[in-house]
Structures are given as structure tokens and as C-alpha cells.
């Protein structure tokens, strides 16, 4: 069964951090470029972070450069999404995703996790 598990999210105050990690099972994450995309209530999905997953090449959004980091760990088949200097606005659920090419575009992503919330305070 193909499967994408997130966790780690919770609260943070602002200026913290946290860490979501999204596992998969049935399937290698090593074969699909994986994204990170958030969502709050009453407005659209919006992609966060992906990586490819022949180089490890990353792209993020302009909202979150240079405070997310998105990386991979084969072994664990896992993808992580490190969070810092968090602000209020990063409140959301955040999804992780694995899709067929290396896009930040939400249409072309086939299998997706349930969702973690994350929360920050100010």
C-alpha cells in the first residue's frame, strides 16, 4: 500500500523552530521528487519546498527562503522539512507529497500524506 506519512508538527513560538518528517511506505521516495505544501483554511494549497530526487536539487518559496530547509534521508526513506525563525503566518497544515516530475505545482503530485499541523505563536 503506497503511503505518506507526515509528523513532528505542533507548536512553536514565534522565532522557533520544529521539524516534519514525511515517511513513505510502499514505494522508494528515492524515485520521486517530494514536496512540502501548507494550507490554511479559506485559502489555496500552496507549495513550500520540494526536492528532486536524482540530485537533491531544492527550490522554496519566496516566503520561507532561507528560514526552511527541505532534505532527504534514503536510508530512512524519509524527507524533512526543518523549520526556522517561525512566524505566525507559517501557521498551517503542511502536507508532504510525491510527485511525478520536479514542479512546485500541486497538479502534478500523486500521492499525498494526511497532513500535520503546525501552529506558532506570537
Known amino acids: 500500500q503506497v503511503q505518506l506519512v507526515e509528523s513532528g508538527g505542533g507548536l512553536a513560538q514565534s522565532g522557533g523552530s520544529l521539524r516534519v518528517s514525511c515517511t513513505a511506505s510502499g514505494f522508494s521516495l528515492d524515485s520521486y521528487p517530494v514536496g512540502w505544501f501548507r494550507q490554511v483554511p479559506g485559502k489555496e494549497r500552496e507549495g513550500v519546498a520540494c526536492?528532486?530526487?536524482?540530485?537533491?536539487?531544492?527550490w522554496y518559496a519566496d516566503a520561507v527562503k532561507d528560514r526552511f530547509t527541505i532534505s532527504r534521508d534514503s536510508l530512512k526513506n524519509t524527507v524533512y522539512l526543518q523549520m526556522n525563525s517561525l512566524k505566525p503566518e507559517d501557521t498551517a497544515v503542511y502536507f508532504c507529497?510525491?510527485?511525478?516530475?520536479?514542479?512546485?505545482?500541486?497538479?502534478?503530485?500523486?500521492?499525498w500524506g494526511q497532513g500535520t499541523q503546525v501552529t506558532v505563536s506570537s
Open positions: 507529497a510525491a510527485s511525478r516530475i520536479f514542479t512546485a505545482r500541486s497538479t502534478y503530485y500523486d500521492y
Open positions: 526536492i528532486r530526487h536524482t540530485d537533491d536539487t531544492t
